[in-house]
């Protein structure tokens, strides 16, 4: 599912490009881009009743609807625990407000990104400039041809698919600049025709392309086929509740007699030697159930994740949550490299695009900053905390404040904390316990 739909040339000349162009749009089309299809369905919760129906022969699901289960986002959002909390940039070592808002749909795209590069094990974004908004935005393309020369181990093009009109698609092209000749930008049709040169000329106005590409190791193929098995599970579940009390049987007499009414009130009138009867499914429904939850929970560990049935408990302690989420943690730190390298490819896309666009020039000095994973803390394991923290002077009284009321005003926190006193007088049972010594 991972693998990316190639090009290679013997070499680069733009009549080779064209003519690629023309020959290799099929590709994106291909068994490997069905399957990649198949799990954006899963993800985004579209056309699944399509990928269940065709195991249900006859006219099973006249009886119940489709019981398609919505794990595979959940399973995405899990597993991308780096992209959870929030995630700093830095240019030239401070916080740019001015490529924060260049750069204004960046962190509401990563995300989706993120989920759909580790259920593809692939994903690209692209970086657009808009003129309404004078601001970079960004594009998710599952779906993307790359071209090659041969030997070389980077990409010199990307194509993919933009608009579907019936039965007429159309796709874009983008090819770097190299050997002193302009890179490429065009529209094309399913035919290979040409049919928009964006800027008249048909160059591409960056030198390099605006497409940013992330791969993992391996892709989550098997979340969506565990999906698909959980959600025929589920369906036929339904037809056995469906049929819990039994299906009815008639014996000896014709088919053409087989609409019998039956009821409270109706007494059932049979030929002579012929019997009725229920019968009941042989299978065990909690059974079933359990075999979901096998289904699922192993899939869950193959991606270092832990699922929780709900069964009834006390409320685990944050700790208690660190360790049952230890691997996931250990594979977000695997992800910090490969996401980095990511962030710097972007960087200096979007640093071209703004440096072509407003003619302002951004540092060459980037660094990205993932927020750490934080865990809910019983009353007690805060304060012990807090406490800890306040002992080794890392926090004051007026850090304290402001933790648990952070809007409060300058006026209302000098009452708190007193005008001629370096310390605050304790006003609730938690600060009294902070200003106990440790033992």
Known sequence: MRSVNTVVLPEYSEQLVLDSVRRAREQLQSKDNAKRLTALDFYYNRNMDTHLEQWFPGESLSQVPMFPVRIVPRFARARMLLLKNEIKRFISGEESEDYRGLTHQLNSKMR????IAWLLGCCHLRSKWSERHQRVEYDILPQVKEYYVNGESLPFGYSYEV?????????????EARDGEPGLHFKYDQAGKI?????????NPYDILPISKLMNSADASDVVRCAVQIGIAMTEIALGVRFSLGQPVITGIEESQAQIKSGIDRAILLPEGASFNYVSPSGSLPAMIESVKAFADLTAQNHALK????????VQSGVALAIQDIENLESRESDIPLWKEWENSRYEIDKKIIEVHTGKGLSEDYAVDYGEVSYPMSAKE???????KKDMGIIDQEDIIRHYNPDISD???QKKLG???PSVQPSSPLLEALRQPVA
């Open 112 to 115: 989706e990104f993120g989920e």
């Open 163 to 175: 608009e579907i009109f019936g039965n007429h698609r159309q796709f874009v092209f983008w090819s």
């Open 419 to 421: 005008t001629d006193k």
């Open 307 to 314: 699922i929780k049935w709900g069964d009834a408990g006390q």
């Open 195 to 203: 049919i928009d040169i964006p800027g008249g000329d048909g160059t």
């Open 411 to 413: 006026e209302e926190l």
């Open 382 to 388: 805060e304060l012990d905390l807090l406490k800890a």
